[in-house]
């Protein structure tokens, strides 16, 4: 499959509602993809939808660090990342008002969303899930024995069953017709996710690296992909958007007064936004449902940490899933609940930690100081990055 070659459905909205399924999965990202995955490879009939068409951007770091490369290795995908020509990382740039500090990494990997999201689908087919795309999936009454979920797409909608309901629909996501079901706290300090891939990029971006320039109002990362194209993901105060005009002239600010060269193709850059990135749901399962992956919640990650959470717990809520088939939820549910604080609580400690500390300039400049000096301080944080997660 090449970066542009689209996964086809491998069925349609009649078709879907025709069947009783296992397992349904809303939202085809990596969190999704996986749990889809894996559901099939173990006998279950699972159907994967998405509302959007594939493939498509999101914005993302783009970065697999080597818990993530751990799960693919550990669920039979250990050479797609090689497969797709992803690029390994080897080097961390940090830069904050005009100075800078680079550090060794030891794991990972960059690879475009559009092409991960693409290869993961891809895979779950081959093990006999159903695709359905730009599709929107709506959970619409809870039955003894199953859900319905309204299917709504250019036909007309219908609906289907499912005996489990797998919620992987990203931050933000919608997929529920009762609007509590979607509630969720989010921080008022949070920051919002804002990002582009651009064609053309200075040299002095490295194939790589991963750089990020700090600043008062946000912090931005990017990397090369696998075509040589330029990521650029970041977290940003909303107020300061406003006040610069736009997410474009922000950007550009955090650029320069890091220190780091601007592309001359910005200006012409579309700018993808997200929901607040720090934000959690009062409850990770319900009436046969569960919900994981940043749907279930999300802090700023880094290097590469939303996606390895992303693909831990697609995997990890596989067994509870199944189990679920005759037990229900209200005896897994619980247990998933544990299984998720369990998987990335710790992880999303360090990340909250990181975030925080990167809103203070003057913080961020004792680091680059530091590690100017003596980059091995870094070591620490980098080895819990790549920390695997617990075998499940």
């Known amino acids: 499959m090449t970066a542009t070659e689209r996964p086809l459905a491998t069925t349609n909205l009649d078709a879907?509602?025709?069947?009783?399924?296992?397992?349904l999965v809303i939202g085809a990202g990596p969190?999704?993809?996986?749990?889809?995955?894996e559901a099939a490879r173990r006998g279950a009939s699972v159907l994967l939808v998405d509302r959007v068409r594939f493939p498509r951007t999101k914005v993302c770091g783009c970065c697999l660090n080597g818990a993530a490369l751990g799960i693919l290795r550990d669920t039979g995908l250990g050479e797609l990342p090689q497969q797709c020509g992803a690029p390994a990382l080897s080097a961390f740039h940090l830069a904050c008002r005009g100075?800078?500090?680079?550090?060794?990494?030891t794991e990972g990997v960059?690879?475009?969303r559009d092409r991960l999201d693409a290869e993961l689908i891809k895979a779950a087919i081959m093990e006999g899930?159903?695709?359905?795309?730009?599709?929107?999936?709506i959970i619409n009454a809870t039955e003894a024995t199953h859900c319905r979920v309204e299917l709504k797409s250019e036909a007309d909608p219908t609906s289907a069953s499912a005996k489990i309901v797998v919620v992987a629909g990203g931050l933000g996501c919608r997929?529920?017709?009762?609007?509590e079901g979607d509630e969720r706290q989010m921080a008022d300090s949070s920051r919002v996710g804002a990002g582009t891939v651009l064609a053309e990029a200075p040299d002095e971006y490295a194939t790589g690296t991963i750089y990020m320039a700090c600043h008062r109002d946000g912090y931005a990362g990017l990397v090369r992909l696998e075509d040589g194209r330029l990521d650029i993901a970041a977290a940003l105060d909303a107020a300061a958007i406003k006040r610069r005009g736009g997410v474009g002239p922000l950007i550009e600010e955090l650029l320069r007064s890091s220190g780091l060269p601007l592309p001359a193709t910005m200006a012409e850059a579309k700018w993808h936004g997200t929901a607040r990135l720090t934000q959690r749901r009062q409850r990770l399962f319900g009436d046969r449902h569960f919900v994981i992956g940043d749907a279930?919640?999300?802090v700023e990650p880094f290097t590469g940490e939303g996606m390895a959470w992303a693909l831990a717990t697609g995997r990890a809520v596989v067994p509870l899933v199944l189990e679920s088939l005759d037990a229900g939820t209200r005896l897994t549910g619980p247990a998933w609940e544990r299984a998720q604080h369990n998987l990335i609580g710790s992880r999303m400690r360090l990340c909250r930690l990181v975030s925080q500390s990167l809103r203070s300039p003057l913080l961020v400049q004792l680091a680059v100081q530091l590690l100017s000096w003596m980059p091995s301080l870094a070591r620490p944080v980098v080895r819990s990055l790549n920390n695997p997660f617990a075998t499940q």
């Not at 879907?16 to 397992?23: K, L, N, P, Q």
């Not at 969190?31 to 995955?37: I, L």
């Not at 100075?99 to 990494?105: D, E, G, N, Q």
């Open 16 to 23: 879907a509602a025709r069947i009783v399924w296992d397992v």
């Open 31 to 37: 969190a999704g993809a996986m749990a889809a995955r």
């Open 99 to 105: 100075r800078s500090a680079t550090v060794p990494l």
């Open 110 to 112: 960059s690879l475009s």
């Open 129 to 137: 899930a159903s695709f359905l795309d730009q599709t929107q999936a």
């Open 175 to 179: 997929a529920f017709a009762d609007t």
């Open 296 to 298: 279930a919640g999300y």
